[in-house]
């Protein structure tokens, strides 16, 4: 962490990247920003964050403000429930990557058994085609001993056990110790 050089980072993401919810002491998104903040302050993060945050809310309510700042990395974790919200998802990947930003996304948040596999293939193929990044998770949670534990009481928002994983493999990723794509068993 020590060693990155400066840069900055803009998450957009709906109520999984909030340290506000009441569902766990905080999101992975607020853990990482903070570790850097200690460790490394030359590596800024911004985040824009609205609960069910879809692609087209993201779009119309961060996208200038967001790209304004001039990000080096942007990290994309908004839900796409319609053919707009795909489009609008397209529209930011391209247009962080023109302004010279990787842009990053993962396959799949939620927990694996409750997520619909074509939807996921979907976003991810979408992404792809957008040129981000996509950063291979649902596998590891699905594996996680602890997965029994992630999903709170509402049926939807993550515990603190999700957040230690995914604040674990948000965190390698940026400091390079694990690459977008896990091996294949």
């Not at 997520?115 to 996509?134: C, F, K, L, N, Y």
């Amino acid at each position: 962490m020590r060693a990155l050089p400066p840069q900055r980072i803009v998450v957009i993401g709906h109520s999984f990247t909030m340290g506000l919810h009441w569902s766990s002491p905080s999101s992975f998104v607020p853990v990482v920003t903070e570790m850097f903040r200690r460790e490394n302050p030359r590596v800024e993060f911004r985040q824009f964050q609205g609960g069910g945050l879809t692609s087209t809310r993201a779009l119309r309510n961060f996208h200038e403000e967001a790209r304004a700042w001039k990000p080096d990395t942007v990290l994309l974790v908004v839900l796409n429930r319609t053919p707009a919200d795909l489009a609008a998802f397209t529209k930011l990947g391209r247009d962080f990557r023109a302004a010279g930003a990787r842009v990053v996304t993962f396959d799949d948040v939620h927990d694996p058994d409750q997520s619909d596999p074509r939807a996921v293939a979907h976003d991810v193929e979408t992404a792809r085609a957008a040129g981000m990044t996509v950063l291979e998770v649902g596998r590891l949670l699905a594996a996680a001993p602890d997965r029994g534990r992630f999903i709170c009481l509402d049926g939807i928002h993550m515990t603190e056990p999700y957040h230690r994983l995914m604040a674990k493999e948000w965190l390698k990723f940026l400091v390079g110790a694990r690459p977008a794509a896990l091996g294949r068993p």
